[in-house]
């Protein structure tokens, strides 16, 4: 079993960064990919960032270029660094953890609000 804790969201202007941390605990030796995914109101979740145990990542189209994923091992914590942040990035995002055998697991989600 895993357990995650997120933190880092909040209210940004247009423009402004965010930086996202899933910190994991628990058994921790099966985790496998990490990732990020957002769910907007009245809009299905959707894969926002991707990043494997050895360091591949994947983005969806609409952060390539504004959104960094990265993970520390040795703390099993995955990181979302968020520039250029838009008002359409305005989510709860959620953090995710596929193991090597069993369940994925979620964070509790953290809001994500872009507004001037």
């Known amino acids: 079993q895993v357990q995650l804790v997120e933190s880092g969201g909040g209210l940004v202007q247009p423009g402004g960064s965010l930086r996202l941390s899933c910190a994991a605990s628990?058994?921790?030796?099966?985790?496998?990919?990490m990732g990020w995914y957002r769910q907007a109101p009245g809009k299905q979740r959707e894969l926002v960032a991707i990043?494997?145990?050895?360091?591949?990542?994947q983005y969806v189209d609409s952060v390539k270029g504004r959104f960094t994923i990265s993970r520390d091992n040795t703390k099993s914590t995955v990181y979302l660094q968020m520039n250029s942040l838009k008002p359409e990035d305005t989510a709860v995002y959620y953090c995710?953890?596929?193991?090597?055998?069993?369940?994925?697991?979620w964070g509790q989600g953290t809001q994500v609000t872009v507004s001037s």
């Open positions: 990043i494997t145990s050895v360091g591949s990542t």
């Open positions: 995710n953890v596929d193991l090597t055998v069993g369940p994925d697991y």
């Open positions: 628990g058994s921790t030796f099966l985790i496998n990919h």
